[in-house]
């Protein structure tokens, strides 16, 4: 765990994370908090708190969420897409061996 980090596209995603990781008793620093030296915890952080850093071992949870939100049509969104795209391509280049893409294929209600 000392050179791996769980990157979220958003705040809120990091948030959830966190608090998941952390009630299964697994030692987390928020990437905030991360000053780059060697730690026996997980780190967790947004894309763009990333940026600049590198670990061995980097895990995306539900990288396709904020993908799919900029997907909603209209010229504004080719925009909203394009800045997604990019963060997420930062988020990627931060693993030096290990990346690890997880999906989020809950359906959604048409209702919400």
């Not at 990157?7 to 998941?20: F, G």
């Amino acid at each position: 765990m000392a050179d791996a980090a769980v990157l979220c596209a958003t705040k809120r995603d990091v948030d959830h994370y966190l608090q998941m990781l952390k009630a299964r008793g697994l030692p987390v620093l928020t990437s905030m908090t991360y000053d780059g030296r060697p730690g026996q915890v997980l780190k967790v952080g947004t894309y763009l708190r990333a940026k600049g850093l590198e670990f061995k071992y980097v895990y995306l949870p539900c990288h396709d969420r904020g993908l799919k939100a900029a997907q909603l049509g209209g010229s504004a969104d080719i925009d909203r897409l394009a800045l997604a795209r990019r963060q997420l391509f930062v988020a990627m280049t931060r693993a030096r061996d290990l990346l690890w893409l997880g999906a989020d294929h809950r359906r959604r209600s048409r209702h919400r």
